[in-house]
């Protein structure tokens, strides 16, 4: 078996209790608001020169050497005999085989829904690319990732809360600035103004019986309105929170452009984002998770594996919001991320263990799509003797995207403390 399988038990020591204390941390800290919120009202339009960033992370590693083979690297059929996906010129091989994208990268069979957006030029990969760091636990280098800077303690915000404390806010008069789809907010969210965790936007709103929902929502915006901040203005927010949200009709949305979701959480999180988004009431972020990532053993990269199904999911809701979102020019960024990649070698279990170097898509209007991005280093030579070397700092990525989409290019500093990004033409 692995080396790196106890590293696993990570996610069993994620106990009940713990998740209960941070996931009800969470609703107060969106519910008891501070001072700063003030009483707002239903937005008008929300039109600003930026971006609607949506970042999608895959928790437990996503093997990038799956999602984006390099066929035109020879170390990947030594090093994976049997995972490795067929070169696209393998005709001999009974087993699906890489599309080809530039001669020498392609996509898994099972990501074929993106070639779509691909050939339009409007979605990009960055290969070889994650955190610098060293870490081989998803928590730890998750936190690096999503605060934006590895091994420092003392930051308890996310870069893109950072990004939202630092921007001035898009539409004066939004109830909320960013939404984590989620029982709790996600650390790239947090320390946000005016973000808050929602699992299902089809039905949020006070807990309790139907019939008396509607009198107990308007009794929480009557009670309180002779008492002084902060508690006059968290109550008043969170009326108008719900009120917003629930004037959205989440239920009937019809997708646009002959986009499809499928039921599966994720893809209902991506459904729901896209009529958040269009119902234009001035939500700048959102948090989406997708786990299932983590394949020590029948990794399973072809047709009725466990991994091609996960990939499967990934890549046709990507092509939904695509068709949806980005095919009717809404100025929408979609950034996926994982907390690293996959060991170069397949192990004896028909797996692959935790390793460094991973992939990043970004799908938008104005990205710099059809292209693979990035240096690679090679299969040939390996980070620590087991993993692909990152040759992109993922803070560069999102950094580009904060300047040149998110127009906040003042403040890269506060969003990335301590680094000095490098743009490398991912953006338009």
């Known amino acids: 078996m692995s080396q790196d399988c106890n590293a696993c038990h ?19 800290s969106a519910l008891a608001a501070p001072a700063w919120l003030p009483r707002v009202a239903f937005a008008s339009s929300h039109i600003s020169g930026r971006d609607v960033i949506v970042s999608i992370y895959l928790r437990g590693a996503a093997d990038g050497l799956t999602l984006v ?21 393998d005709l001999a091989n009974p087993n699906p085989r890489a599309i080809d994208l530039n001669g020498y990268f392609g996509l898994a069979p099972a990501m074929a829904p993106l070639l779509e957006a691909y050939q339009a030029g409007t979605f990009a990969i960055v290969h070889a690319a994650g955190s610098p760091d060293s870490s081989r636990s998803h928590f730890d280098a998750q ?42 907010l996600q650390m790239t969210l947090q320390g946000g103004p ?18 008396t929902r509607t009198a107990r929502l308007n009794y929480l915006n009557t009670a309180y309105a002779a008492a002084t901040d902060p508690l006059r203005a968290s109550a008043a927010n969170t ?40 119902a234009d009431v001035g939500v700048e972020a959102v948090a989406i998770d997708r786990g299932g990532w983590d394949t020590h053993s029948a990794q399973g990269n072809l047709v009725g594996g466990s991994l ?47 390793g460094h170097g991973g992939v990043m898509f970004l799908m938008g209007r104005n990205i710099n ?23 992109t700092d ?10 040149l989409r998110l127009g906040n290019n003042a403040n890269l500093s506060t969003v990335f403390p301590g680094y000095t990004p490098t743009f490398r033409g991912l953006t338009t």
């Open 10 to 28: 990570e996610y069993q020591m994620l106990n009940r209790r713990r998740f209960l204390g941070v996931s009800g941390l969470a609703g107060l």
């Open 69 to 89: 083979p390099p066929f035109g690297d020879p170390a990947y059929y030594t090093l994976r005999p049997t995972l490795a996906i067929p070169r696209p010129d």
């Open 143 to 184: 936190r690096f990732m999503e605060v934006g800077k590895p091994r420092d303690p003392s930051l308890y915000t996310g870069w893109l809360g950072r990004h939202l404390i630092t921007a001035n806010q898009a539409d004066p008069n939004a109830v909320a600035r960013a939404i984590g789809i989620g029982y709790q």
């Open 194 to 211: 005016k973000s808050l965790p929602i699992p299902d936007l089809t039905n949020y709103g006070l807990t309790g019986p139907s019939g």
């Open 239 to 278: 009326y108008n929170t719900i009120s917003v949200l629930n004037s959205i009709n989440f239920g009937s949305y019809v997708p646009q452009g002959g986009a499809a979701y499928s039921n599966s959480s994720f893809q209902r999180a991506l459904r729901t984002t896209a009529a958040l988004i269009k």
């Open 308 to 354: 091609y199904g996960t990939m499967t999911d990934l890549a046709t809701g990507l092509q939904a919001f695509h068709r949806d979102i980005v095919q009717q020019n809404w100025n929408v960024t979609v950034v996926v991320m994982s907390e690293f990649g996959r060991t170069a070698a397949e192990n004896d279990s028909l797996g692959t263990d935790h």
């Open 369 to 391: 799509g059809g292209l693979v991005h990035g240096t690679w280093p090679t299969l040939s030579s390996l980070y620590q003797n087991q993993d692909l070397h990152v040759t």
């Open 394 to 403: 993922f803070r560069d990525v999102l950094a580009e995207v904060v300047a």
